[in-house]
């Protein structure tokens, strides 16, 4: 029989790899961004986002752009929630930030200075000293979506802000990747650990946040979050029933789907976000650079008779979760999440954060490095086989 006919791509036919392009993540890379100082590109996850690279503003073009990109963005800005965007100029030269157009910018948002020229090059946007103008826009999960190039300064900055908007309007549906676990605790097991969190002293939690040096230090920021903890103490009753439950029931389900070996808890903790407190956490990642160590996180509600608190996934936009009493929901430190404002009750959960190989050797660095240790449970007993014995 005939054999069919195929179109052979021509000899030497490669893909077009260079640079960031359309289709890539952008890197997660270590910026400045003026004023704040230094972060991780990832913090824009969640956000539809253009960076757009201009060089520097005495340039006259540069200049006349970014007095448009003022235009658009403020037309945007009013019709859009403000943390669904970002707009974020990038320079490389560093006196852009004096001139007044840019201090006009820095009224509205800020900017980054990319002196040593790593992101030009990372987007594939210098060539030695000289850089091209440019505008990278991506969807929700920083994947860049379109390109703008440079054509005049008008033109640019209305594409530039023009294809964020259709990244608004667009609906590319998405499904976080998490794992429901349902039945993990009984009724009765809920209500008597909510029992046990009403007859203890909760005090209030903040939030972990890295110094420059790596070192983490506690924030109490009532902004960005509002929850008051129960640490479940180790080595008692209550916390080794605990564990041996997540053992059986959530980390066998964590291997046998996300080939995932669970090691050690960081702790183990009741928690309550309460309405009339305004409970609530801002949006953030526990994995986010390579120092992390808080590989899966768990999140297990104990009630669901409240209204609001869903626990949501910016980068997947649409995703939120508030799962029934007693289900353990799972997600990838690295996924940017917040819980949603409860707005009426009070939401009880049972949290804790999973480390397999890769999260324990950065938990015996931060020990040699600080000299402080991070709380790392290790889980007693092992899995149990999970796909049955061959």
């Not at 030009?120 to 969807?139: K, P, Q, S």
Request: proline residues 7%.
């Amino acid at each position: 029989m005939p054999q069919p006919q195929q179109s052979l791509p021509p000899s030497g036919f490669v893909l077009n790899n260079a640079g960031v392009a359309i289709g890539d993540p952008i890197p997660w890379v270590r910026i400045r961004l003026h004023p704040q100082g230094e972060v991780n590109l990832e913090q824009f996850g969640g956000l539809r986002t253009a960076l757009v690279f201009l060089g520097t503003a005495a340039d006259p073009r540069v200049k006349a752009a970014l007095a448009q990109l003022i235009v658009s963005f403020d037309a945007l800005r009013r019709d859009r929630r403000a943390n669904d965007f970002a707009v974020v100029p990038v320079f490389a030269d560093p006196a852009s930030v004096d001139d007044p157009t840019v201090k006009s910018w820095l009224d509205r948002a800020p900017v980054i200075l990319d002196t040593n020229l790593a992101l030009h090059r990372a987007f594939g946007l210098a060539n030695g000293n000289t850089v091209r103008i440019a505008a990278f826009i991506t969807d929700s999960q920083l994947i860049v979506r379109q390109v703008v190039e440079f054509t005049t300064p008008d033109g640019f900055a209305s594409s530039a802000v023009g294809a964020v908007r259709s990244q608004l309007e667009s609906n590319e549906p998405g499904h976080a990747p998490v794992l429901l676990i349902p039945g993990v605790l009984s009724p009765a097991e809920c209500a008597g650990l909510i029992a046990y969190y009403d007859s203890s002293t909760p005090e209030g939690s903040g939030y972990m946040l890295k110094d420059a040096d790596g070192k983490y230090r506690l924030v109490d920021d009532p902004n960005r979050k509002v929850r008051r903890d129960v640490v479940l103490e180790a080595s008692t009753p209550l916390f080794d029933s605990v564990m041996e439950r997540l053992r059986r029931r959530v980390f066998m389900q964590l291997r046998r789907y996300f080939m995932f070996e669970t090691v050690a808890l960081e702790r183990i903790l009741l928690a309550r976000y309460a309405a009339d407190e305004g409970g609530h956490f801002r949006k953030h990642r526990d994995y986010a650079d390579i120092g992390s160590h808080r590989e899966f996180g768990l999140t297990l509600n104990l009630n669901d008779d409240f209204a609001g608190g869903h626990l949501a996934f910016p980068e997947f936009p649409g995703e939120r979760y508030k799962p029934s009493a007693g289900t353990a929901l799972i997600y990838s430190g690295a996924i940017t999440h917040q819980v949603e404002p409860v707005t009426a009750g009070n939401r009880y959960c049972l949290l804790s954060f999973m480390m397999g190989g890769v999260g324990m050797v950065q938990v015996d660095r931060y020990k040699q490095t600080h000299g402080e240790a991070i709380a790392a449970n290790p889980m007693p007993g092992g899995l149990p086989e999970a796909f049955g014995q061959r």
